[in-house]
């Protein structure tokens, strides 16, 4: 499976936007970019994917780089509870078992 | 309520003693997986199921098994054979096929002594 490299943590005050990156130099042409987040001590939970256009819902963004090694993740008004782990996810649209691959993903802390 | 759940969410067991995880969801999904977290770190598959009757290892079998008999129900056993038990063990389901979004359970955290 491709790759995906984040950073470690980042940090963001409350009702401000955040940009969280990835990058994903490897990224094939089949592969779907998924974001999940997980809060301490729960299991993880979907927050969006795409796989070439930019793509809104009601929790966050996804921005993806005309040649889609790299997107970003954008939370347009954080707030305390969006403090949580967020993992970025290639996962392969031939991949019949759906599994998902998790790397370390980035720690997000929220500043009241 | 739709959801996975899993039981108990805090077990305690002695070295060398088997332990079964119980995972059930009611969301009609085919598939079914099993994730371990150790502290800090992203989620690694230990085994997964796209159907009834059948599941496939993941990436760290060795020392755990699974069973499928119902759609409902993929309960994990953590064996003696596994060297370092004591983790988060996650839960997770999806419609299977090309579906998107894999549902988590909340998680069983085992400890072993």
């Known amino acids: 499976d491709a790759k995906t490299t984040q950073p470690n943590s980042m940090e963001s005050n409350e009702e401000e936007p955040v940009h969280l990156p990835c990058n994903h130099s490897?990224?094939?042409?089949?592969?779907?970019i998924h974001w999940y987040r997980q809060l301490p001590s729960q299991g993880p939970e979907y927050v969006i994917h795409?796989?070439?256009s930019n793509v809104n819902n009601r929790m966050a963004s996804l921005a993806i780089a005309e040649d889609r090694k790299s997107s970003t993740l954008i939370l347009h008004r954080a707030t305390l509870r969006d403090a949580a782990v967020y993992y970025c996810?290639?996962?392969?649209?031939?991949?019949?078992?759906?599994?998902?691959?998790f790397g370390g993903g980035t720690r997000l802390m929220v500043k009241p | 309520d739709g959801g996975i759940t899993q039981s108990p969410k805090y077990l305690f067991r002695k070295e060398g003693q088997n332990v079964t995880l119980s995972c059930e969801q009611n969301?009609?999904?085919?598939?079914m997986y099993w994730y371990r977290q150790d502290p800090g770190q992203g989620l690694r598959l230990i085994y997964y199921?796209?159907?009834?009757?059948?599941?496939q290892k993941g990436d760290i079998a060795e020392g755990y098994s699974v069973s499928r008999e119902k759609k409902e129900s993929f309960p994990l056993t953590v064996t003696s054979a596994q060297k370092n038990p004591t983790a988060f063990y996650l839960c997770?389901?999806?419609?299977?096929?090309?579906?998107?979004?894999?549902?988590f359970g909340p998680g069983t955290r085992l400890t072993v002594l």
């Open positions: 997770a389901s999806s419609m299977g096929g090309r579906s998107n979004e894999q549902f």
């Open positions: 490897t990224i094939s042409g089949t592969d779907y």
């Open positions: 795409g796989l070439t």
């Open positions: 996810i290639l996962r392969d649209s031939s991949n019949a078992g759906n599994m998902l691959t």
């Open positions: 969301l009609n999904h085919d598939a």
């Open positions: 199921s796209q159907i009834v009757n059948d599941f």
